[in-house]
């Protein structure tokens, strides 16, 4: 008799798969919110990493000249950084944003995104 039960049973049962669906469910709504505020962060953590290399390529190039750069373009073409990176967020490289030494100068002081947007933390990407 042990054995014909066995014999019988081929499928799964109704509670069996609804117990599968129920957990496949909560690992969905646990997991797919903590991978987008990792691909956030990452973004985020190149931002940062951009601008940190911008920011010290421009202190090295003033070093050097004893004057500011009048654009990115400048530092390319004088072989401080290979190409100007794209900005993490809006993915191209002519949104960021330039901040002159002096209000009406035409070089680069500082280099901003010009992503909109707040991090995960609440502060704008131009503020970083």
Do not use: C
Request: proline letters at 5%; hydrophobic letters at 35%.
């Amino acid at each position: 008799m042990i054995r014909a039960l066995r014999s019988n049973r081929q499928a799964f049962t109704l509670i069996e798969m609804s117990v599968v669906v129920a957990i496949i469910g909560l690992l969905y709504v646990t997991v797919v919110p903590m991978y987008g505020r990792t691909i956030q962060r990452s973004k985020e953590t190149a931002l940062k990493k951009d601008l940190y290399v911008f920011r010290t390529t421009l202190n090295d190039y003033y070093k050097d000249h004893e004057k500011w750069p009048e654009s990115l373009d400048t530092l390319v073409t004088q072989g401080y950084i290979r190409s100007i990176p794209p900005d993490p967020f809006t993915e191209k490289t002519d949104t960021w944003v330039t901040v002159p030494s002096q209000p009406g100068n035409n070089d680069v002081y500082d280099v901003k995104s010009g992503a909109e947007g707040q991090n995960l933390d609440g502060i704008s990407y131009a503020d970083f």
